[in-house]
C-alpha cells in the first residue's frame, strides 16, 4: 500500500489478557520498527527487522513481549498477560534498508488495558 | 550509548512569528543522520526535515530550518511565518549510518509541544 498501516486502531482489553498488533508496512521496505508511546512522552524503542538479519530485539521490556515479521512483510506485536503499565500507542515504521530516509509510521495502536 | 534530549517540554509561538526548538545529543560516532518529526493529534509521526552530519550546509523545507553545530552536538529547528497548522508535538531524532553500533535504530527525544496562537 501507499503508506504503513496499523490495525486496530485502537484496543481496549482486560488485565491479564494477550493481544495482538499488526503492521503492514510500505511495499519494498526491508526494515521494520516497533515502538512505544505511552501519554506524553517520547518513542520508546522496542524491536527491529533488518532484512533476513535477527531482529534486534534489545528493546522489549519483558518476556511477555514478543514481535515476528513473516514473509519480510507483516509484523505482529504481542503483548501476553497485559498490565495496566503495558497502556500506550504503539507504533510501527518502515523504512528501506539503506539510504539517508527517516521512517515512515503508521497512525499506531492506542492499546488502553483495564 | 546515543541519547538525544530536548530541554524544551513545551514551547508556544504567535501566528506568523518565528520558533525555534532546540535539540542536544550524544554520540561518538562520525557518520550519521538527524531528523526532526511532527506528531499532530492524528498521531502520524510526518518528516519535517533531516540533515546529514557530513555536510556543513544547513537544512531547509520551505518554512522549517535547522541549525547544525556538529561541534557542540546541536540541532535547532527554526520554523518561521508559523501557522496554525504547524501546532503539534515536535521529535528530534538520530540515526547512525552504516557500520555504526546502531545503525537503522531511531532514537529520539523527549518531545517538545508546540501551541500557535491566532
Known amino acids: 500500500g501507499a503508506g504503513v498501516s496499523q490495525s486496530p486502531s485502537n484496543k481496549v482489553t482486560e488485565k491479564g489478557k494477550d493481544v495482538e498488533l499488526r503492521c503492514d508496512p510500505i511495499?519494498?521496505?526491508?526494515?521494520l520498527y516497533w515502538y512505544r508511546q505511552s501519554l506524553g512522552q517520547g518513542l520508546e524503542f522496542l524491536i527491529y527487522?533488518?532484512?533476513?538479519?535477527?531482529?534486534?530485539k534489545s528493546g522489549l521490556p519483558s518476556d511477555r513481549f514478543s514481535a515476528e515479521r513473516t514473509g519480510g512483510s507483516v509484523s505482529t506485536l504481542t503483548i501476553q498477560r497485559t498490565q495496566q503499565e503495558d497502556s500506550a500507542v504503539y507504533l510501527c515504521?518502515?523504512?528501506?534498508?539503506?539510504?539517508?530516509?527517516?521512517?515512515?509510521f503508521g497512525s499506531g495502536t492506542r492499546l488502553t488495558v483495564v | 550509548a546515543q541519547t538525544v534530549t530536548q530541554s524544551q517540554p513545551e514551547m508556544s509561538v504567535q501566528e506568523a512569528e518565528t520558533v525555534t526548538l532546540s535539540c542536544t545529543y550524544d554520540?561518538?560516532?562520525?557518520?550519521?543522520?538527524l531528523f526532526w518529526y511532527k506528531q499532530p493529534p492524528s498521531r502520524q509521526m510526518i518528516l519535517v526535515i533531516r540533515?546529514?552530519?557530513?555536510?556543513?550546509q544547513n537544512a531547509t523545507e520551505n518554512r522549517f530550518s535547522v541549525n547544525f553545530q556538529k561541534a557542540a552536538k546541536s540541532f535547532s529547528l527554526k520554523i518561521s511565518d508559523s501557522q496554525l497548522g504547524d501546532a503539534a508535538m515536535y521529535f528530534c531524532?538520530?540515526?547512525?549510518?552504516?557500520?555504526?553500533?546502531?545503525?537503522?535504530?531511531?532514537?529520539f527525544g523527549q518531545g517538545t509541544i508546540l501551541t500557535v496562537h491566532p
Open positions: 515504521a518502515s523504512s528501506p534498508l539503506q539510504g539517508n530516509y527517516g521512517y515512515t
Open positions: 511495499s519494498g521496505h526491508t526494515a
Open positions: 527487522f533488518q532484512g533476513n538479519s535477527a531482529p534486534d
Open positions: 554520540t561518538s560516532e562520525s557518520d550519521y543522520y
Open positions: 540533515q546529514e552530519a557530513y555536510k556543513q
Open positions: 531524532a538520530y540515526r547512525a549510518n552504516a557500520g555504526g553500533t546502531s545503525y537503522g535504530k531511531l532514537t
